[in-house]
């Protein structure tokens, strides 16, 4: 009984630790659009923060303080794997500037407590604890990776979902005799609130074009930033238009009716899957229920007139 009231106090701790850091890496993500309103909205009138929220912002900063400065030993400055990690971060919409090192604490704390909870685990269930603490440690360790990947999937899917909207807004803004440069400034304003991803993308293509990087350079970084093929291929497009001086609207067009059509062939090609996916639980549940339902009294009327040997 001790045992396994410690393990299970192992594990609510577990929880706790892990809903503090999934709550600080949510923080130093991207914010959620209500929250953007709710700020744009105090600015318009005035008001000011409400004090919860002050109390929470202080509570995320010191938490980010208190992370950055237990895993500052075990981030390598100029790693490799510190890039790459950044890169995976960026690609999902984190740009925070203690993202990196959130993620390098968060594996070293959730490792330590899937050692322990394996540990306290073998204990309760019998098993042998080599096994248990390896399980558990390598679980923890693998969980912020799998949240990164799940959070450039997402990312990935805004984008997706966003794409044609902006490149209508650009083909009008084009039309209507602005620059290309002019026209992300634009576009990225007027998407902030409806379509956050890639108004933050494109800010940020333009803020580089403001400091003095070539127009080029600027739109080769908004693609390789996040990763997603479609806008890549976009920034390929206003590159080469921009080189050969073709027309920017009608090739922003083609490519918003390309991006259409791909995502209705991506809906049809799953909705195709469906019959498919469906075809496993009915053959494994419905049809048995189904002929146990149909069948069912008949065979009791048989059995009860002795059609099958009974008396």
């Not at 299970?8 to 309103?37: K, P, Q, Y």
């Not at 330590?112 to 558990?136: E, K, R």
């Not at 450039?152 to 044609?164: D, F, S």
């Not at 921009?242 to 920017?248: A, E, I, L, N």
Request: proline share 4%.
């Amino acid at each position: 009984m001790e045992i396994t009231f410690v393990a299970i106090f192992a594990l609510a701790c577990s929880l706790a630790v892990a809903s503090m850091t999934w709550g600080a890496l949510s923080a130093a993500s991207a914010e959620g659009e209500d929250r953007r309103l709710r700020q744009r909205l105090r600015a318009q009138i005035g008001t000011r923060a409400i004090p919860r929220q002050e109390l929470r912002d202080l509570l995320v900063r010191w938490l980010t303080h208190a992370v950055e400065r237990i895993s500052s030993p075990f981030v390598d400055e100029d790693g490799s794997r510190k890039q790459r990690l950044r890169r995976d971060l960026i690609a999902a919409g984190v740009y925070a500037p203690g993202a990196v090192r959130i993620v390098v604490s968060l594996r070293i704390g959730l490792l330590v407590v899937g050692v322990v909870v394996g540990y306290f685990a073998s204990a309760a269930l019998g098993y042998d604890w080599l096994i248990t603490t390896a399980a558990g440690g390598m679980i923890g360790h693998v969980m912020p990776r799998f949240w990164v990947s799940r959070r450039i999937k997402h990312n990935h899917r805004l984008l997706e979902r966003a794409l044609p909207d902006g490149l209508d807004l650009l083909v009008i803004c084009v039309e209507a005799g602005l620059t290309i440069d002019s026209a992300i400034q634009r576009v990225s304003e007027e998407l902030h609130l409806v379509h956050p991803a890639l108004a933050r993308e494109l800010s940020i293509c333009h803020m580089e074009t403001r400091i003095g990087l070539p127009r080029a350079t600027a739109l080769k970084n908004l693609g390789l930033r996040s990763g997603f093929a479609p806008l890549q291929g976009l920034t390929a497009m206003l590159i080469q238009t921009d080189r050969f001086g073709t027309s920017v609207a009608d090739a922003l067009r083609v490519q918003a009716e390309s991006i259409r059509k791909r995502r209705q062939h991506r809906a049809e090609e799953a909705a195709a899957r469906a019959s498919v996916k469906l075809s496993f639980p009915l053959v494994l549940f419905i049809f048995p229920a189904s002929f146990l339902i149909l069948a069912g009294p008949m065979i009791i009327n048989f059995m009860i007139n002795g059609f099958f040997g009974g008396e």
